[in-house]
Structure formats: structure tokens, C-alpha cells
């Protein structure tokens, strides 16, 4: 039996995540046994603290792991950094947060109609291998393929994607497939978002690990059957992320608490919340709160007290 030596993300530092890539970042995420945070940031928007980036302030409050929302990879930008810094922008905002850093890239299908105005996405924004490989270049971690509101980003679409981009990048990135909402589908709308062949289909293709709506946060979706979507993907090898994708990142701290216990109960191995609280970054009280409600004020207050230098 081969044991891996890689820290546990509830021990790791940003010495540690420095050193991680792709299998290492999974095993030291699976070590964690379902404490992991993800924070997401919509990158253009002005940061809520004028002169501080927003992932700066989702680190600050507990999120082990930043995701960034409507970043392009041929212009790169983060609100609120110390000074322009184009493609080297992630190397910069990783000095500064010490967490490991990943991008959404959509595939958007074009066939499709969707409810309301389709929102069009800049070339840099998409899901392509040649976006995947731009990423990459710039320091990326992970790499989520997903949908905006409005994009008409299908299930479909997200497994065509990952087999070109696996075929391009392998296993130097981990790949997260999913939807948090229907994003504009009629045919992924509420119950039909996610099931066990899409999953299948997207471990096939080369998923690390499956995004799934958190509990409560999609119509029809309920703690007991995320939990059977869980345990499938555990039994195929791969890890699951249960996702906030729908405002609710900006609501009491009793529902996030509620859907923070539900999904733990689900067996998911890493928690993400959304952009939705206010100007591009859940509300970071919620953030604090979801973490303590899975791993305690300890593990929590620890992420959010450690230097980077260490």
C-alpha cells in the first residue's frame, strides 16, 4: 500500500500548497474528510473592501481554496490587487493568499435555446484546450466547467469539453464538471440537473471530481439524494463538491448553517460557495459560518489566523 505524504488542506500552508498539483492537491482534499472550502469571486467586480481584493477577503475568513468567476484568460484581471498585473495576476494574488486557485471555463452549447437573453461569452471565458492551456501557463490549479445564468452551458457539452482539454493537459490540472443551476437549460433544469449517467459520463471523460447542487439550493434536490450522487462517485474513484450556486451565499446565517449540515451529511469532500452576497463575493460572515458548522471554530479560526510566509 502506498501512503501519500501530502498534508491533509486543513494542515497545509501556502509553503505546502506551493508544492501541490493536481494529485497531490486531490489526495491532500480527500485527507480533509469533507472540510474543504471554496470560495468563489467574480474577478471584475470592484472588491467590497476598496483597496483589498474580494479573494484576499474570502481567505481572510476561512476559504481553503478560490474560485474565479468570469475570468478571461487572454486579459486576467482581480479587482483590487496591489497594481496591474496581467497574465502573472494568479502568481501575484497566490503570494498574497497562499491558497490554491482555480477558474471556471464554459461550455456553452450553441444549439441550445435558453430561457431569457443568452448572455455571449468572451473567447477567453471558454471551455477550449487552448484556454486550458492559457491557464495553466498563468498558475491555475483547477479548472471548473460549468454555467453561468444564461449561457446555455449543458451536460452534454461539459463532457465534450473535458475529453479535448484531458487530451491537451492530463492530469497537471484538477477538473471539476457540473452545475450549480440549470444555467439557462430547460433540459438540466431542477431534479435533472445531475444523475448517475451524467456522472458517469463525466468520471469517463476524465473528471477529478463532480460538482452536485448542496441540498436545498435547486429544486427537487434534497439531502438524500445528493447523498446517493455522492456515494456513486466515491464508488468510481472520484471526489464530489457540493455547490451554493444560487444567491443563497447571501442569505441568513441560519440557512447556511442548514445547508452547510446537510451537505456534510451527503458525504461531499469539498463545500464551495457562490459570488452572490455582495459585489462578487459570498457575504463573508457566511463563509466563517459555513466553516464552523463542518469543522469547528478550531480548523476555521487556524485557516484564518496562518500566515502565508509559513
Known sequence: MIVSMTKRILDAAGSDFNEMAGR????????????????EIVTPFPPLLHDISNPELAAAFGSDMILLNFYDVNAPIVRGLPAETGKEVV??????????????LEPVDEKI????????LRPGRQATPENAEKALEQGIDFIVLTGNPKTGVTNEQIVHALTKMKAIIGDKIVFITGKMHAAGTLSDAGSNIIDSSTIEKFITA?????????PGTVPGITTEYIKEMVDLIHRKGALAMVA????????DENTIRTIALQSKMTG??????GDAGYSGIAIPENIMAYSIAIRGKRHTYRRMAMSVNR
Open 24 to 39: 497531490d492537491l486531490l489526495n491532500s482534499i480527500r485527507g480533509a474528510e469533507g472540510r474543504t472550502i471554496v470560495a
Open 244 to 251: 451554493i450556486g444560487t444567491s443563497q451565499e447571501g442569505a
Open 206 to 214: 476524465g473528471s477529478d471530481v463532480i460538482l452536485l447542487p448542496a
Open 91 to 104: 502568481r501575484v494574488l497566490k503570494r498574497l493568499i497562499g491558497r490554491p486557485i482555480g477558474i471556471n
Open 268 to 273: 461531499a469532500d469539498i463545500h464551495h460557495l
Open 113 to 120: 435555446q435558453v430561457l431569457g437573453e443568452r448572455l455571449s
